[in-house]
């Protein structure tokens, strides 16, 4: 099975600075996901961009997914305390089952006041 | 969407005793997917768990090990057997809503923190 990996494995900024994490992944996929883990606790999503798109915005967030180079960026900008956490990047591989997901190893994002 | 109620949050185990986490959606839901996260790593599929049939389990992970019992729609438990210091994870069950398509996000329950001693 694919296992996606991100870049960097940890990244420590200031408070409104932007912050960019790197997802790269190995087979076809039907969609790519983003989610967010606080201390180790339940998964929240974030976002989602199929792998039609190129781009998705939600907020502060900002996806890129370039299928062609089986890689993917999530973007934080104005980044705040508050959005300390661990950061995944999903792929639903196009030859699964529709809801199996295969994680990457993340992001652990800090951010400092 | 789907809420999960996920039970217990944590639980500290004696080596060879067994643990059985409790997963309930508020929807009804045919899959259900279970977890496990090592201690800084990613999330690793255990199993699916479909109603009314045998749970599918991923390679590395076996039934004996981890029994998955899937009674109904909105249910499912996640058994840790005979375990050790090695199964020190925190687990997760996870749904996605039914009737949307492929491209939809999954939810997640608060997830179980283990600790095996």
């Known amino acids: 099975s694919q296992q996606g990996e991100e870049d960097p494995q940890a990244l420590s900024i200031q408070e409104g600075e932007n912050a960019t994490m790197n997802c790269s992944y190995k087979?076809?996929?039907?969609?790519l996901q983003w989610y967010r883990q606080n201390s180790g606790r339940g998964l929240v999503h974030l976002i989602l961009i199929r792998s039609n798109e190129r781009e998705k915005h939600s907020g502060r967030l900002r996806v890129t997914l370039d299928t062609s180079k089986k890689s993917s960026s999530l973007l934080i900008t104005a980044s705040r305390a508050a959005d300390t956490a661990s950061y995944f990047c999903?792929?639903?591989?196009?030859?699964?089952?529709?809801?199996?997901?295969?994680f990457g190893k993340g992001t652990m994002l800090l951010v400092s006041p | 969407s789907a809420v999960i109620s996920q039970k217990p949050s944590r639980d500290i185990c004696q080596r060879g005793t067994s643990l059985t986490i409790q997963c309930q959606v508020d929807s009804q839901v045919t899959m259900m997917f279970w977890y496990r996260q090592q201690p800084g790593q990613s999330l690793t599929l255990i199993a699916t768990?479909?109603?009314?049939?045998?749970?599918?389990?991923e390679s590395g992970f076996v039934i004996d090990k981890f029994p998955i019992s899937r009674p109904n729609l909105t249910f499912s438990t996640l058994t840790v057997s005979n375990m050790s210091p090695e199964d020190s994870s925190i687990y997760l069950c996870?749904?996605?809503?039914?009737?949307?398509?492929?491209?939809?996000?999954?939810?997640f329950g608060q997830g179980t923190r283990l600790t095996v001693v």
């Open positions: 087979t076809s996929i039907n969609n």
């Open positions: 768990a479909n109603q009314g049939s045998e749970a599918t389990y």
């Open positions: 999903a792929t639903n591989a196009a030859n699964s089952g529709y809801s199996t997901l295969t």
């Open positions: 996870s749904v996605v809503p039914e009737g949307v398509g492929w491209n939809t996000e999954a939810f």
